[in-house]
C-alpha cells in the first residue's frame, strides 16, 4: 500500500507542483462547496492512479486544487465508505497522500442524524469529539512508523484552534453553530429507534458513516484536523421518523450557505 500512497502523492505532485495550506473532504451533498474554489487543477478520480471511484449519490469524483480565501486547498469532492465495500486502507487513503503531499491541515465534512434535541434539520455542528464504534479500525495491522507511531494520542481528535476560529466565523456571519460528539457506525442502514437509544446513552449527539477513520489516520499522522456535520436527519429512541438519501441530500444542501461561510472563515484565518 506504501507504494501505491506514494504514486498517487507523486502523480498529484507533479500536476499542483505547490504544498496546500489545506485538504477538504466534502461529505454527502455537500459538493457545492466546490464552487467556492478558484480551481487552478481538476482531476477526476478516475484519472488520478491508485484512487477508487466513488459510488454513492451526493459525492462528485474529483479532486480540486485550487484557491479558497487566499490560501491553496486540495478539496476532495467525493469520499469512499467502508459500507461500500472498501477496506480501511482504502478508505483513508487519501488522507496518507494527502500527508504525503504535505498538508498539515485538514478540514472533513459530513451529513449526519441528530440525536442531541436541541437539533434541528440543517443545523451545523462542529465535532468535539467522536465515538469510534466503526467494526474494523484504520490503524489494524503493522504500523508504518514513517506515518507515525503503533499507539496514538487521541486526547485531541479536532483541534481547539481550529474550532475556536471556526466558532469566530459563524458569530461574525451570525450563524447558530453548535459542538457535538459524533458516532461513527458502519452503516449503509440508517439507524432504528433502538440503535438511536444506544448512540445517545453512550453520549453521541449525532450519527453517522463515514469520519471517523480519516480522522484517526490523521491524527496519527499528527495533522490538525476539524470536521463540520449537517444534521440532516432526526431520530430517537421514542422517535421513529423515515428517511431516505434523498432527504439527506436536501437538508445537506439547504445548509450549505452555512457551512461555506464557515469553512471560508475556518481557511481564512487559520494560521
Ligand atoms: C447517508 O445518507 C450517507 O450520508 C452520510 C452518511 O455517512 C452516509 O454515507 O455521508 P457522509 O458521511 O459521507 O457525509
Do not use: W
Request: aromatic share 8%.
Amino acid at each position: 500500500m506504501l507504494e501505491k500512497i506514494k504514486q498517487t502523492a507523486d502523480f498529484i505532485k507533479n500536476t499542483i507542483k505547490e504544498v496546500p495550506d489545506f485538504a477538504v473532504v466534502l461529505g454527502s451533498g455537500l459538493g457545492k462547496l466546490q464552487d467556492e474554489v478558484e480551481a487552478i487543477h481538476v482531476l477526476e478520480y478516475s484519472e488520478i492512479p491508485n484512487f477508487p471511484q466513488t459510488t454513492v449519490v451526493g459525492h462528485g469524483g474529483k479532486l480540486i486544487y485550487g484557491i479558497l480565501e487566499g490560501k491553496k486547498v486540495l478539496m476532495m469532492s467525493g469520499r469512499f465508505h467502508y459500507y461500500e465495500g472498501h477496506s480501511m486502507e482504502t478508505v483513508t487513503f487519501p488522507i496518507r497522500v494527502f500527508h504525503l503531499l504535505g498538508i498539515k491541515n485538514l478540514i472533513l465534512s459530513n451529513a449526519s442524524g441528530g440525536i442531541n434535541q436541541t437539533y434541528g434539520i440543517a443545523d451545523i455542528i462542529i465535532l468535539k469529539d467522536h465515538i469510534n464504534m466503526m467494526p474494523e479500525h484504520p490503524l489494524r495491522g503493522k504500523n508504518i512508523e514513517s506515518f507515525g507511531p503503533r499507539f496514538v494520542d487521541m486526547s485531541e481528535p479536532y483541534n481547539k484552534k481550529m474550532i475556536e476560529t471556526a466558532e469566530k466565523a459563524a458569530a461574525e456571519n451570525n450563524i447558530n453553530i453548535y459542538q457535538g460528539v459524533y458516532v461513527a457506525l458502519q452503516g449503509p442502514t440508517f439507524e432504528t429507534p433502538a440503535e438511536y437509544g444506544m448512540i445517545k446513552a453512550i453520549g453521541g449527539d449525532m450519527v453517522g458513516m463515514s469520519t471517523v477513520p480519516e480522522v484517526i489516520v490523521a491524527r496519527h499522522m499528527n495533522m490538525d484536523v476539524f470536521c463540520i456535520s449537517v444534521i440532516t436527519d432526526l431520530g430517537g429512541p421514542d422517535i421513529a421518523l423515515s428517511v431516505s438519501h434523498e432527504e439527506v441530500l436536501n437538508a445537506a444542501n439547504k445548509a450549505m450557505p452555512n457551512v461555506i461561510a464557515v469553512v471560508k472563515g475556518l481557511v481564512k484565518n487559520y494560521q
